[in-house]
């Protein structure tokens, strides 16, 4: 992969919010690029306005690709896929024979995502379920294990996404959970609202929860690493 100093300042998309611009432009000038198909979805995303926030941030998409890589998964499971963006990069780090499930409940902007696997080539690889993730999550077979799984979704609904995957885990598996320190408001005792409390809530009970270790990173809005230990 190419150096990431091609990109202008236009292209710079969320980057944390404890980084400045001049610091979070470092960073991505020492980060592989993204390619040209995920440099076009970030495009067409940045056009959609406000939402287009819900998108992770390039660092986080190569991380993805790295831990995938790594890992190299024969089953991997995205909750909360949007356009498509974190599920392309896990995608294609994907071994041959390894299969995505995304699960999300908007068709529209899955669409795009559709869109973008086709023509990244990796579209045969991916399942997506228009459903409540949870519900998918149940219907698997009861011996199915999931070798990498990353949660980005309903933030009140994170404990029970990880309470389904967290025993499906595979002896190598890893749960990447994004959003964890939310903005810096999980430190703020003033901020009360419920996705803030949900995540406060959830990041107690993963560093509470004997059977896995686990990492907080200050990737983005925050990376939890989990891996069941028992």
């Known amino acids: ?59 986080q998409g190569i991380f993805l690709y790295m831990l995938v890589a790594a890992i190299r998964p024969k089953f991997a499971v995205e909750i909360g896929t949007f356009t498509g963006y974190s599920s392309l990069a896990i995608a294609k780090a994907l071994p041959e024979d390894g299969k995505l499930l995304c699960c999300d409940v908007s068709e529209e902007w899955t669409s795009v995502a559709s869109e973008y696997w086709k023509k990244a080539g990796v579209d045969k690889k991916i399942e997506l379920i228009i459903a409540p993730a949870k519900q998918t999550l149940v219907n698997l077979p009861d011996d199915k294990k999931i070798d990498f799984a990353f949660i980005d979704a ?8 990880y309470e389904e995957i967290v025993p499906r885990l595979s002896d190598h598996g890893l749960i990447a959970i994004d959003n964890v320190l939310w903005s810096g408001r999980v430190i703020n005792q003033e901020i ?33 690493l989990v891996k069941r230990t028992n």
Do not use: C
């Open 1 to 59: 992969m190419q150096n990431n100093s091609d990109i202008s300042n236009e292209d710079i998309y969320h980057r944390s919010f404890f980084l400045d611009e001049k610091l979070f432009e470092y960073i991505l000038g020492h980060t592989s690029s993204p390619d040209e198909t995920q440099k076009s979805l970030i495009e067409t995303t940045s056009k959609l306005g406000k939402v287009s926030a819900m998108q992770v941030a390039q660092d």
């Open 154 to 161: 309903d933030k009140g609904g994170y404990l029970e996404y």
């Open 192 to 224: 009360s609202d419920d996705d803030t409390v949900s995540i406060r809530k959830f990041n107690d009970h993963v560093s509470q929860d004997d059977r896995v270790s686990s990492v907080m990173l200050s990737i983005g809005d925050g990376i939890t």
